[in-house]
């Protein structure tokens, strides 16, 4: 356990208190939705109940089949300047080569071109991104293949699924943007 979830959990429950973890989530004491034992970062953003929350959607406008926290995934804050992604999966560092470091604070972009090298996108990309921003400022969902690019340079066809999520929004709408991703074959 490093040094910021054990504060979490001592911040949770106090100092020497025993956790029950038999007990239902609902019965432990929850006055704090951002720590409770759960899969949580840093920041702050609490991906278990992100991603319940995408399972739970009422009216979903794409198919997602089982998600889960093993998949390549990141979370980017739409309430911030140039929305900078403020959670990134393992397996989304696998995917792209990328480290946490280098990708926390960084718009999507950066995945748009190999390392140093400015875009060129084709037609097809250009669609792709302008279908991406219109998802972003309706706050709908979108799921399309995009052409991306590995820290190495290597290209790869990104399956990508975007979920505009609510989470402690005072007015309702949407603050973070779920990416979940999946590379397929060209």
């Not at 020497?16 to 702050?44: C, E, K």
């Not at 393992?90 to 718009?107: M, P, Q, R, V, W």
Request: proline share 6%; net charge neutral.
């Amino acid at each position: 356990m490093n040094s910021w979830e054990a504060s979490a959990l001592e911040y949770q429950y106090g100092s020497g208190t025993a956790v029950d973890m038999r007990q239902p989530i609902s019965a432990r004491r929850t006055d704090n939705t951002i720590f409770h034992p759960a899969l949580y970062t840093s920041s702050g953003v609490d991906v278990m109940a992100i991603l319940m929350q995408i399972y739970s959607r009422p009216n979903p406008q794409v198919y997602l089949g089982a998600i889960d926290a093993s998949c390549p995934m990141i979370i980017v804050d739409l309430k911030q300047h140039d929305y900078p992604i403020v959670y990134a999966s393992d397996a989304f560092s696998i995917l792209t080569g990328y480290s946490n470091h280098e990708i926390i604070g960084s718009n999507c972009r950066f995945l748009q071109a190999p390392p140093g090298k400015a875009p060129k996108p084709t037609k097809e990309q250009r669609e792709a991104v302008r279908i991406m921003r219109h998802a972003v400022k309706t706050n709908q969902e979108c799921q399309l293949t995009v052409t991306n690019y590995r820290k190495d340079g290597s290209k790869f066809s990104n399956y990508l699924t975007m979920i505009p999520v609510v989470w402690n929004s005072r007015d309702g709408t949407p603050n973070y943007s779920v990416g979940l991703q999946v590379e397929v074959e060209a």
